[in-house]
């Protein structure tokens, strides 16, 4: 069993940066690859970027190639997404995800209960 907590949403204007945090519990967490996701409103969740279990490989989005980055700190249970550039299409729940493989939510066990970003144009 796999409990997340994601931290560090908040109110950015366009073109800003925020770094979102997934806390995670459980001694192997090391052996998961993870995942975020995001959902607007009247949206469905959709991908945003992964990564395998020892930060090896890493996959994204096509909308946020070039200005996120997914990484993780295995010693702190912890998995990072850093956000630059951020645009008002950007604005949604935010949420970490473990377990699972690829860019479907389907594939993903675990889910935190989400974080708020929201872009100001």
């Known amino acids: 069993q796999v409990q997340l907590v994601e931290s560090g949403g908040g109110l950015v204007q366009a073109g800003g940066s925020l770094r979102l945090s997934c806390a995670a519990s459980?001694?192997?967490?090391?052996?998961?690859?993870m995942g975020w996701f995001r959902q607007a409103p009247g949206k469905e969740r959709e991908f945003v970027a992964a990564?395998?279990?020892?930060?090896?490989?890493?996959n994204y989005a096509d909308s946020v190639k070039g200005r996120f980055t997914i990484s993780r700190e295995n010693a702190k249970n912890t998995v990072y997404l850093q956000m630059n550039s951020l645009k008002p299409e950007a604005t949604a729940v935010y949420y970490c995800?473990?377990?699972?493989?690829?860019?479907?939510?389907?594939?993903?066990?675990?889910w935190g209960q989400g974080t708020q970003v929201t872009v100001s144009s």
């Open positions: 995800a473990a377990g699972g493989v690829g860019s479907t939510p389907g594939g993903y066990d675990y």
């Open positions: 459980g001694r192997t967490f090391n052996y998961y690859a």
């Open positions: 990564i395998s279990g020892n930060g090896a490989h890493t």
